[in-house]
């Protein structure tokens, strides 16, 4: 019989004061105890937290345990016993084979490293014009709104195919129920009206096909229904990661000035920066798994219908896999993070958002070689603990016109 395990009793959120970037300290102290911890779940359900990389990145890729929406228990919130749906069609990344397979297979091809290559203009020229207008406007901005959001909103506005004229209303919508603001029925008012207006878009490709993703796929055999819901996925693998990972990325930079300028002044350093930046800051902090069989794991047994939260920002803080884990090194080689996940459920815009950030990260710092922060770093209020993915509400910066 080995040790007992590690228990966590309440799932760390908050960051340590003027350590932004960093996991929750409870978090790190629950992997100096091991890859594995024993956590209770509200409502009383015993289940485990996995801090470790080996044996996060070896469930990613186990089918024995399941991604399916309806086995899942929320890790910080005791819904009374109440039975959760199955994913609606078309949310793939809460489904298992082959539903998953069904709706991720028609978009494999959309997503290659070639097509999103060839889209590398397009973003410098978005990225531009965003620089442009920021420039004109003059200091100081709030970076989120001026240009870690607009960018990535729209390109996928455009691989989404939303007409040019629907695209701020449509952002506003989308961003309402991701910025974890808000009560549940502002959250649920939201999410419905940006399922509304996808339907609308996925009518009318159907009716005038145009060159982007969402009018290919109205012709295979996917329903309207199916096509909202993966339209859906886009959106949040699309936006939400990438607003942050510019933002919370820049934040990162512009407190660490060696590195920053390191990046400025080394073009070739672009592609390693943008992969240990997404290691750094993982701002896809957790993702739930559930035993769908007994399960061996790091020596402990994982039984049949044990929910498992999977802790991506302490497994790419693991020492064991990553030398002097709590620095950011942009020189650092090697790569292997866990941000885009891993196994079948694999970001499939991984290839975007790393476009999108070698692109913007050099174009800011060469366009603002002054830029710096305009208020004091503790004053920098972070996305609410309970919102899927880590980042700021706000980044005020200025530099010198």
Known sequence: MG?????????????????????????????????????????????????????????????????????????????GGMKIPPAPPGEFLLMDDPRHSRYRKPLMGKFTVRRMRLLAERVEQVTDDHLDAMEKTGPPADLVTAFAKPVPAIMICELLGVPHEDRDSFQEQVDAFMNGDGDDLDLMAAYTATQEHLAELVAAKRARPTDDVLSDLTGGDLTDEELVGIALILLAAGLDTTTNMLALGTFALLRNPGQLAALRDDPELTDQAVEELLRYLSVGKTFMRTALEDVELGGRTIRA?????????????????????????????????????????????????????????????????????????????????IADIHGVKSLPVTWDA
């Open 305 to 385: 219908g044990s929910p498992l939260i999977l802790s991506y920002n302490t497994a790419n803080r693991d020492p064991e896999r990553f030398a002097d884990p709590h620095v950011l090194d942009l020189h650092r080689k090697g790569g292997g993070h866990l941000a885009f996940g891993h196994g079948i459920h694999q970001c499939l815009g991984q290839q975007l958002a790393r476009v999108e950030m070698r692109v913007a990260f050099p174009a800011l710092l060469n366009r603002f070689p002054t830029l710096r922060l305009a208020v004091p770093a503790e004053e920098i209020v972070l996305r609410p603990e």
């Open 3 to 79: 040790e007992p395990p590690h228990t966590v009793k309440t799932l760390p959120t908050a960051r340590r004061p003027g350590c932004p970037f960093d996991p929750p300290t409870e978090l790190l102290e629950a992997r100096r105890h091991g890859p594995i911890s024993r956590y209770t779940f509200p409502g009383g359900k015993d289940g485990w937290l996995v801090t470790g990389y080996d044996l996060a990145r070896a469930i990613l890729a186990d089918p024995r345990f399941s991604s399916r929406k309806e086995l899942m228990v929320h890790p910080l919130v005791d819904y």
